[in-house]
């Protein structure tokens, strides 16, 4: 078994593994047509299994060990960036990368979680968890963009804010209350992005946008499938079934009114084809930086004032 | 059987059908039977140890607010189940449940009403209901509540007994979030003040949106309050938690809350705060 490929994505891997064998010894042996007609068949079988996902399946790629990290976007979706460090009170957190960053010629305050792939990064980064200084981080650098004008990008991409004693301690509620506070209002464009995983409050504290893209294989939920199972089914094996429950894929959530645009995966997902969905990602950044650079902030903010207070249904 | 049974078996019988339900009441704390009439007199806090029992919204409302002039706002509100979620029971089913053992409508009840004269504003968590989960209702309700602030120039106060977002509603719920948060924006904008009271336990997206965006904030003795649970927590540092950890001591310790207020004193310490925040207020 190919551990880079999740279950359901194993006859993909085994027909590629078939032609890489190929590839391989192509200089020796003719074997052109052979090679062309497996490469017909991987695509149509990657078609195949992609058209009918499951969403747990859906949410197992929103967390690919080999989906893109915020990291591997930035230097691709930016022409600059001067990466901006600590929250100024207690210290610098790494699950959250932060900077000026420069989108199509505009400077814009960049924000973007990052989870790391080796065991080193993931333990830099804190597998992509949060803890309320990088909230605090976060909330310094989007008052310095809202003094300078600058538009705001952020990357979502967490399990969700770090449960730790330390966070604890040191407010991790009240960090992310006052980003979504201070976020509410803040006189200057904010678009947000679900690059991979949108895990809750940890999600929302950078999240609080006039715009909300996500990637189509993204996820953003109140809770994980795992965590919702193991309340309600008292069964993290049943995550299957709660990620069902969720409503939590981009297909959803856009029929519900609670995001705005769905970015397309190249076939296959993200991962399949990295430079491909880096390019999906800057033209949609740029296209809708500079829609919403049109607006006033007066009206600006009196839409997204319009857009919070729709979110909900109930019987009146 | 007890011999007294043996002998008296009748009297005893008749003695268990006599002794209506709920007349007494056992402190989870230190295990003093206590008269309910006494318990209800003091608020629900023993007074053989001050543990500070739980109370269920309108009991929270009605003892902190003036007896005349309480109006309850935004009653019928009530949820659509957007999800259809289902888990081992339908969110349908837990609903009606939830409504039918606590006869409320959703998880949080606002009413208008004076504190000692004061014209103020009070939201309350039922915790009996799912948990005193916030679902669509719960953050529409608290905007209605924060909305008639604004207008009316009248203190926010709200008392938080939550687990957190309610799940069964997905992203709506997690929505509320940010849509609460804005209002206490807009209140604060407006200088009108908020007064968030932590009771036991406030957790989760509650704590992490309007209740930890207080003027002030004031916390019942012993809650639990914080973001994640602490079994969570526990988890995933793999040992054990701090004493006293996540409760409203050790929270005053690391510099969360403003202070500590035994339910006794909540009506005078609330009314001494906004007294001096609205004092040159026109």
Not at chain 1, 112 to 121: L, S
Request: contains cysteine; aromatic residues 8%.
């Amino acid at each position: 078994m190919n551990l880079d490929y999740l279950d359901f994505e194993q006859p993909i891997a085994e027909l590629e593994e078939k032609i890489q064998a190929l590839d391989n010894i192509k200089d020796k042996v003719d074997i052109v047509n052979e090679m062309k007609a497996l490469k017909v068949k991987s695509g149509a079988l990657t078609k195949k299994i992609f058209s009918s996902l499951s969403d747990w399946q859906i949410s197992q790629l929103a967390r690919h060990p080999k989906r893109l990290y915020t990291l591997d976007y930035i230097p691709h979706v930016f022409d600059e960036f001067t990466e901006l460090h600590g929250d100024r009170t207690y210290g610098d957190d790494h699950a959250i990368i932060a900077g000026i960053a420069t989108l199509d010629a505009q400077p814009v305050m960049f924000i973007g979680q990052q989870k790391g792939r080796t065991t080193q990064e993931k333990l830099k980064h804190n597998f992509g968890m949060p803890r309320p200084e990088g909230y605090r981080k976060a909330l310094r650098l989007m008052k310095l963009a809202e003094k300078f004008s600058m538009p705001i990008v952020t990357f979502i991409d967490t399990p969700g804010a770090y449960p730790g004693v330390g966070a604890e301690e040191r407010g991790q509620s009240e960090a992310i209350a006052k980003n979504l506070f201070e976020m509410s209002t803040l006189a200057t464009p904010i678009i947000s992005v679900i690059i991979g995983e949108g895990g809750s409050g940890g999600a929302l504290a950078i999240g609080v946008a006039d715009i909300t893209m996500m990637f189509k294989y993204s996820i953003y939920s109140v809770i994980s499938p795992e965590g919702c199972a193991s309340i309600l089914y008292k069964d993290t094996t049943k995550a299957s079934l709660a990620a069902e429950s969720l409503k939590l894929t981009s297909t959803h959530l856009k029929e519900e009114g609670l995001i705005d645009i769905i970015i397309d995966e190249p076939l296959g997902g993200i991962h399949r084809d990295p430079s491909q969905s880096k390019v999906l990602l800057k033209k949609a950044l740029t296209q809708e930086l500079n829609k919403i650079k049109q607006l006033s902030i007066k009206q600006l903010l009196q839409n997204r004032q319009e857009k919070l207070l729709s979110f909900g249904r109930f019987k009146d | 059987m007890s011999w007294l049974e043996k002998i008296l078996p009748s009297i005893t019988s008749v003695a268990k059908k006599n002794i209506p339900e709920g007349l007494w009441n056992k402190c989870p704390k230190c295990e003093t039977t206590l008269y309910s009439q006494e318990l209800k007199a003091l608020n629900g806090v023993c007074p053989q140890c001050d543990y500070h029992m739980r109370l269920t919204a309108r009991v929270r409302i009605d003892g902190f607010l003036d007896k005349q002039g309480q109006e309850e706002i935004a009653a019928d509100l009530s949820a659509v189940d957007p999800l259809k979620f289902k888990d081992q029971k339908k969110y349908k089913d837990r609903y009606l449940q939830a409504q039918k053992t606590t006869h409320e409508k959703d998880a949080l009840v606002v009413k208008t009403g004076t504190l000692n004269g004061i014209k103020v504003v009070v939201a309350a968590f039922e915790f009996k209901f799912m948990g005193g989960s916030m679902g669509s209702v719960v953050g529409e309700k608290f905007v209605r509540a924060a909305k008639i602030s604004i207008k009316t120039n009248a203190p926010l106060i709200c008392f938080s007994a939550s687990g957190g977002a309610r799940m069964q509603e997905g992203l709506f719920s997690l929505m509320q979030m940010s849509k609460t948060a804005l209002m206490i924006k807009l209140l604060s904008d407006k200088k009108v003040p908020f007064i968030s009271i932590l009771t036991d336990p406030t957790m989760g997206g509650v704590s992490a949106s309007f209740a930890m965006l207080g003027d002030v904030h004031i916390a019942e003795p012993n809650a639990l309050i914080g973001f994640a649970g602490p079994r969570v927590v526990e988890q995933t540092v793999c040992e054990s938690l701090p004493k006293g950890f996540q409760r409203s001591e050790f929270l005053l310790e690391k510099g969360a809350i403003d202070m500590i207020v035994h339910r006794s004193e909540l009506r005078t310490q609330v009314h001494k705060i906004l007294s001096a925040m609205t004092f040159n207020n026109d």
